[in-house]
T-cell receptor, first 114, second 113 residues
Framework: DTGVSQDPRHKITKRGQNVTFRCDPI?????LYWYRQTLGQGPEFLTY????????KSRLLSNRFSAERPKGSFSTLEIQRTEQGDSAMYLC????????????FGPGTRLTVL | SQKIEQNSEALNIQEGKTATLTCNYT??????LQWYRQDPGRGPVFLLL?????KEKRKERLKVTFDTTLKQSLFHITASQPADSATYLC????????????FGTGTRLQVFP
């Protein structure tokens, strides 16, 4: 257990529905990252925050995806009008301001879109 | 575009032997490179970081090399154990201007007793 938690761990939804995932980073970590991972692939970067500011967003991320970190603590990732291609593991990671290179990952949220 | 290649085929070795995993990258020059371990259904776990000016880095039974000329990193596990069975991900850090990681596809290691 790295100290990063994600909720829910599993989500099954029907195509066209909206889903929201939550990530709680390690408390003193100021940077928070979202990745997506499909079977047989490495994690793919989606976006990251420093405190509440969203610093970078992948060009691969469609307009249906949005992420927030309103108070610089937990973060949410929302997917609107889900598609079957959105089925993946969504991973959250955080880093300490003192050791920015090492990312601590949560257990992930497994999304299945039917 | 930036590309990271790791052996997609699983590496099967006998307990006690040294496992060697390869990471090749093209079209960029990372300032440093990280290796992560990932078990099924779990998030990656950081193992080692090696900088461009370091040729080799060790941590217990792990050793990483970084050849910026060949654009390659090798990851070694000596005296391998069945508990080392997992997928190992390479992540060359793209630049100083971003903190995002770009991961390779990973290599699955299976250590047999």
């Amino acid at each position: 257990d790295t100290g990063v938690s994600q909720d829910p761990r599993h989500k099954i939804t029907k195509r066209g529905q909206n889903v929201t995932f939550r990530c709680d980073p390690i408390s003193e970590h100021n940077r928070l990252y979202w990745y997506r991972q499909t079977l047989g692939q490495g994690p793919e970067f989606l976006t990251y925050f420093q405190n509440e500011a969203q610093l970078e967003k992948s060009r691969l991320l469609s307009n249906r995806f949005s992420a927030e970190r309103p108070k610089g603590s937990f973060s949410t990732l929302e997917i609107q009008r889900t598609e079957q291609g959105d089925s993946a593991m969504y991973l959250c990671a955080s880093t300490s301001p003192k050791v920015r290179n090492e990312q601590f990952f949560g257990p992930g949220t497994r999304l299945t879109v039917l | 575009s930036q590309k990271i290649e790791q052996n997609s085929e699983a590496l099967n070795i006998q307990e006690g032997k040294t496992a060697t995993l390869t990471c090749n990258y093209t079209n960029y020059s990372p300032a440093y490179l990280q290796w992560y371990r990932q078990d099924p259904g779990r998030g990656p776990v950081f193992l080692l970081l090696i900088r461009e000016n370091e040729k080799e880095k060790r941590k217990e039974r792990l050793k990483v090399t970084f050849d910026t000329t060949l654009k390659q990193s090798l990851f070694h596990i000596t005296a391998s154990q069945p508990a080392d069975s997992a997928t190992y991900l390479c992540a060359p850090f793209p630049s100083y201007n971003t903190d995002k990681l770009i991961f390779g596809t990973g290599t699955r290691l299976q250590v047999f007793p």
